[in-house]
C-alpha cells in the first residue's frame, strides 16, 4: 500500500518548445532565464554549457540538443574504470595522456562539431578533441591524471552525447578509414602529377636542344614510376590474379596487363634512348582507378553494414556476487549488509551459467536465464516482431535480445551468451549466395569479361598481322592497341557514376553498402515489408477509446493513474492525456504485478489495468487477442477501454500504389493478425499479408520466392528480420536515426523517408542506363582507336594522350546525368533532415 501520492501539472493551451531539445515543455515551471525546458536534465546541460561559455551551440542551430527526460544511470561507465574494458577503447597511451575514441550516434549537425570540439573547456583534463561526423566518432586526447576514461564519457553523456559501447569494441572491430587505400592514392597521385609536369617539354617539343636535360627528366619519370607500379598498382594485380586462379576474367585483367605494358614498354625505351615513354599513362590509369575506390570506401565506412550480435549486446553487464551462500534472492543494494550481493561489473564474454545478472531499467537482456526478482516486462520487438512488452513472473524464462522496461530484475544465467537464442538465431542467418540462389556475378564485370577478351583478340591479331608483313612495326601496335582499348574509361564510367548516385542517395538518407546494390536494387521484382518498426512508426500507438462517454474529471483521475505505471503502454497513454488534463491527488493505491492498479482519487475507487484484472468473467468468455488493451473500471462500473494499433506510416497508400505496377507486395509480420483488415483496407487488395512468421518462417518465403525467379527485397528493422535480409537480394534496414542499430544488411533506410522507396528505384533503374549509355561511348571510342592503332597509324604518345582526355570526357557526361536525374527523379534539393 502506497499512501499519500500527490502531483500537479498546470494545463498548457500553448505549446512551449525546450530551448535545448526542442520538445513541448508539459509546463512552464522548468525554466532559466527566460529559456524554458522540457526537463531538469535539458537544463542542466544548458546550465553547464552557459557556465562556460558555450551558448553558441545554440545560436549555430535551433534546438540542437537531445532530449534529457530519461536520466541515464550514475554507475552505467563503471566498467571503464577496468583495464581490459578500457584498453578496447584505447588507442594511446603514455605516461602524460591517453587517446581513445567514442562512438556517439547523437552527432547531427554543427552545433554539435561546436560543442564536442570544444570539450577542454568544459573539462581542462581534455587536452583535444576531434569529430569525424561522417562516422560519428569523436577522438578524445586527454590527461589521465585528471580525468579517468570512464569521467570522460560521463562528460560526453551530461552534455546529451552519451557513447554507445558494445561488446564488438572488445574485437576491436570499429569501421576505420581503409589507410592502405588511401595511401596508395596519395603515392600515386604525387607521381602522377611529377611525371606529368616532366614529360611536358617533350609533349611541346622544346626539349631538343637540351638532349642531356632530357635524358635526366626521362630518368626521373622511370624512377617515379616505380612505386607506382610497385605499391599503388598491386590491388589491381592481386584482383586479376585472383581472377585467372579462379578461371574468370575480370575487369582489372586489362587494367594491369596496361599497366605492366606500359611500364616495361617506357622503361625500355628509356634505358635505349629510343623515347620518353609512357609513364604519365600509366600512373594517371591507377590513380583515377583508386581515386573511384576510395570514393566507394568513403560511403561503405560512414555507416557499419556488417554486424553481429556483438554490436548488439552491451561491452559489459552488472554480476551479483554473493558474499555468503545466501539466498539469491537477498538484497540487491550493494551498500547493504555483508552478506548480501555486491555489483561487480564484468565483460560480457565472462559471464557464465549460474551467474546472477543485474537488469537496469532500458537495458538488453544478454543472455538466456530465469528471473529471480522483480517483474519482468520484456519488449521483444527487435527479436520476435511483436509490437507489445510481454510480461513475465517469476521462475520464467527470459531470452537474449529483450530490453527490460519496467523496474530492474534479476536473472539466473543458464546459458551463455555465445549459446543463448539471440546469438542462435544471429549465427543461423544465410548468406547472400545458396545453392537455390547462386550469385550472380555484376554486369559491368559480364561485360569486361568479353571485352578483355576482345581485346586480346585484337592486339594479338596486329601483332600477328605486322609480324608478317612489317616486324619493326609489331611492337608499337601491340602496345597502342593495349593502351587505347585499357578499359579505364568503362571502369571510371562505372566507378564514378556509381559513387556519385550513391552520394546522392546517402545525401537522402539511403545509404547503399556498395556499387552492386545498386544494380540488385534495379532488379528487384519482388518487395517483402515487415511491419513493426517498418510499416509502423514505433514512437507513438494509435490510442482510441471505446466505452462509456468520459468526463473531464473521469481522464484526469485516468491520466493520474497511468502516471503511475511504468507499462509502456501507461506511458503511452499518459503523453496521450497529459497535454489535456490536470494530475489529482492518489489517497492511496495498490499496484498488482502483472495486473493493473487499484487506487482512491477523490473519493472514488478506481481499477486499472489488464482485462484480467478489471472484468476477470469477460476475460474468461471473451477474451482480448490482441492484449493492447488498458480497461478501466470506477466503483464497481466497467467504464470502456483503451485500445492500442500500430500508427501506420503517413503516405503508405502512396508508396503501394507507386510500388504494385512495377513490383508484387508482401507484408511478412511476426507480429499477430488483429489489424489484418485495417491493414488490408489501408494497402489494398493486391498486398499479401502473412502473420504470425517466426524468423526461420520468414528466411524461408523469401527462398520460396526465389525459387520462383523472383528477385526479392527485403525492408526491416528488427533481428527477426535479420535472416530473411540476408536471404534477400537486396535487404533494407529500417532506421529511426541511421546511425543507431541496426541488422546486417545491403542498405540502411532512414524511417521516414520510407514513402520515397519508389524514387530510389527508379533513380537506381536510371543510374544503370547512364553507365550502359557511358560503355557505349566509351566503345565507339575505342572502336576508333583500334583502327587506328592496328593499322599503326596511331603513336603510342598520341594513344596516351588521348586515353585521359577520353576518360574525362565520360566522366563529365555520366556525373552530370546523374545530377540531372536527381533533381528530377529525387527532387533533390534538402531533405537534411535533424
Known amino acids: ?36 525546458f522540457c526537463c531538469e536534465g535539458c537544463r542542466l546541460v544548458y546550465r553547464l554549457l552557459d557556465r562556460n561559455g558555450l551558448c553558441t551551440y545554440y545560436e549555430l542551430n535551433t534546438h540542437p540538443g537531445v532530449s534529457r527526460r530519461t536520466p541515464v544511470r550514475k554507475d552505467k561507465f563503471a566498467f571503464l574504470d577496468q583495464e581490459k574494458m578500457a584498453d578496447a577503447l584505447v588507442s594511446f597511451r603514455d605516461a602524460d595522456q591517453t587517446h581513445a575514441t567514442f562512438y556517439l550516434p547523437a552527432i547531427h549537425c554543427s552545433s554539435c562539431l561546436y560543442l564536442l570540439e570544444n570539450l577542454h573547456r568544459l573539462d581542462p583534463g581534455v587536452l583535444s578533441s576531434r569529430v569525424d561526423f561522417a562516422a560519428r566518432t569523436v577522438f578524445l586526447a586527454f590527461d589521465h591524471h585528471r580525468i579517468s576514461l570512464r569521467e570522460a564519457a560521463e562528460l560526453l553523456t551530461a552534455i546529451g552525447y552519451e557513447p554507445y559501447i558494445s561488446m564488438r569494441d572488445l574485437g576491436g572491430s570499429r569501421s576505420e578509414p581503409n589507410r592502405r587505400l588511401i595511401y596508395r592514392l596519395g603515392v600515386a597521385g604525387f607521381c602522377f602529377g611529377n611525371i606529368m609536369l616532366l614529360s611536358f617539354p617533350e609533349y611541346l617539343g622544346i626539349d631538343g636542344s637540351e638532349p642531356m636535360l632530357r635524358q635526366a627528366f626521362r630518368y626521373l619519370s622511370l624512377l617515379l614510376a616505380l612505386p607506382v607500379l610497385l605499391y599503388s598498382a598491386q590491388p589491381f594485380f592481386f584482383s586479376a590474379w585472383s581472377g585467372l586462379k579462379s578461371k574468370f576474367l575480370n575487369i582489372d585483367a586489362p587494367i594491369a596487363l596496361a599497366v605492366l605494358v606500359t611500364f616495361l614498354r617506357g622503361g625500355w625505351e628509356v634505358m635505349s634512348g629510343g623515347g620518353s615513354g609512357y609513364f604519365d599513362s600509366m600512373s594517371g590509369i591507377v590513380f583515377f582507378m583508386l581515386a573511384g575506390r576510395v570514393l566507394q570506401d568513403r560511403t561503405y565506412r560512414a555507416l557499419s553494414f556488417d554486424r553481429d550480435y556483438t554490436a548488439y549486446f552491451p561491452m559489459a553487464v552488472t554480476v551479483l556476487e554473493y558474499s555468503t551462500a545466501g539466498d539469491p534472492a537477498g538484497p540487491v543494494d550493494s551498500t547493504g549488509p555483508a552478506a ?16 546472477t545478472l543485474l537488469i537496469h531499467s532500458g537495458e538488453l537482456i544478454p543472455a538466456d536465464g530465469i528471473l529471480t526478482r522483480g517483474d519482468a516486462l520484456i519488449d521483444y520487438s527487435f527479436v520476435t516482431g511483436e509490437s507489445l512488452p510481454v510480461c513475465r513472473e517469476l521462475g ?62 585484337v592486339a594479338a591479331s596486329a601483332a600477328l598481322y605486322w609480324q608478317l608483313v612489317d616486324p619493326a612495326r609489331t611492337w608499337d601496335a601491340v602496345t597502342a592497341v593495349l593502351i587505347v582499348a585499357c578499359p579505364c574509361a568503362l571502369l571510371l564510367s562505372s566507378t564514378f557514376t556509381n559513387g556519385n548516385l550513391l552520394r546522392i542517395m546517402a545525401k537522402n538518407h539511403f545509404y ?19 511491419k513493426t518498426g517498418t510499416l509502423t512508426d514505433t514512437g507513438a500507438p494509435e490510442i482510441r477509446w471505446q466505452g462509456d462517454q468520459l468526463s473531464t474529471l473521469d481522464r484526469w483521475s485516468i491520466a493520474t493513474l497511468a502516471a503511475q505505471s511504468t507499462h509502456p503502454l501507461s506511458r503511452a497513454l499518459a503523453a496521450h492525456l497529459r497535454p489535456t488534463s490536470e494530475l489529482l491527488y492518489i489517497s492511496s ?35 482480448d487477442a490482441t492484449g493492447a488493451a488498458i480497461y478501466i473500471a470506477c466503483d464497481g462500473h466497467f467504464l470502456g477501454a483503451y485500445h492500442f494499433s500500430g500508427n501506420f506510416r503517413t503516405g503508405l497508400d502512396k508508396l503501394v500504389s507507386d510500388l504494385t505496377p512495377h513490383q508484387k507486395l508482401t507484408v511478412l509480420s511476426g507480429d499477430n493478425s488483429h489489424e489484418r483488415r485495417r491493414l488490408q483496407a489501408l494497402l489494398g487488395d493486391g498486398v499479401n499479408l502473412l502473420f504470425d512468421r517466426s524468423p526461420h518462417e520468414k528466411t524461408q518465403y523469401i527462398r520460396h520466392l526465389q525459387r520462383r525467379g523472383e528477385k526479392v527485397m527485403m525492408v526491416g528493422d528488427g533481428l527477426n528480420d535479420a535472416g530473411a535480409l540476408g536471404q534477400s537480394d537486396v535487404g533494407i534496414a529500417i532506421a529511426a536515426d541511421c546511425g543507431n ?70 566522366l563529365l557526361v555520366t556525373y552530370g546525368s546523374s545530377n540531372v536525374l536527381s533533381r528530377l527523379l529525387l527532387h533533390d534539393k534538402d531533405h537534411s533532415g535533424r
Not at 340 to 355: F, H, Q
Not at 419 to 437: A, H, I, V
Not at 762 to 789: D, E, H, P
Open 340 to 355: 548480501g550481493p555486491r555489483e561487480v561489473s564484468t565483460a560480457l564474454p565472462d559471464v557464465r551459467c549460474g551467474d
Open 1 to 36: 500500500m502506497k499512501a499519500g501520492v500527490a502531483c500537479r501539472m498546470e494545463k498548457t493551451n500553448t505549446a512551449v518548445l525546450c530551448r535545448h531539445c526542442g520538445e513541448p515543455c508539459p509546463n512552464d515551471k522548468i525554466v532559466l532565464g527566460e529559456s524554458h
Open 396 to 457: 520464467e524464462i527470459l531470452y537474449a535480445g529483450g530490453r527490460q522496461t519496467g523496474a530492474s530484475i534479476e536473472l539466473l544465467v543458464f546459458k551463455e551468451v555465445a549459446q543463448s537464442y539471440l546469438t542462435q538465431l544471429w549465427n543461423r542467418q544465410p548468406g547472400k549466395t545458396t545453392p537455390d540462389t547462386p550469385g550472380k556475378p555484376s554486369f559491368i564485370h559480364t561485360l569486361s569479361r568479353y571485352f578483355t577478351i576482345i581485346v586480346f583478340a
Open 512 to 530: 547503399l553498402r556498395n556499387a552492386e546494390t545498386i544494380e540488385h536494387i534495379a532488379g528487384t521484382t519482388h518487395i517483402v515489408f515487415d
Open 589 to 623: 493505491f495498490i499496484e498488482r504485478p502483472g495486473g493493473g492498479l487499484d487506487a482512491l482519487i477523490d473519493g472514488r475507487r478506481w481499477t486499472y489495468g489488464s482485462q484480467a484484472f478489471v472484468r476477470p468473467q469477460s476475460a474468461v468468455s471473451q477474451p
Open 741 to 810: 542499430f541496426t541488422p546486417s544488411s545491403d542498405a540502411i533506410l532512414r524511417a521516414d523517408q520510407l514513402t520515397r522507396l519508389p524514387a530510389f528505384i527508379r533513380f537506381c533503374r536510371s543510374g544503370r542506363r547512364i553507365i550502359v549509355a557511358s560503355f557505349v561511348l566509351s566503345i565507339l571510342y575505342n572502336i576508333i582507336g583500334l583502327w587506328f592503332a592496328v593499322h599503326s597509324a596511331l603513336s603510342p604518345l598520341v594513344a596516351a594522350v588521348l586515353m585521359p582526355a577520353s576518360s574525362l570526357s565520360i
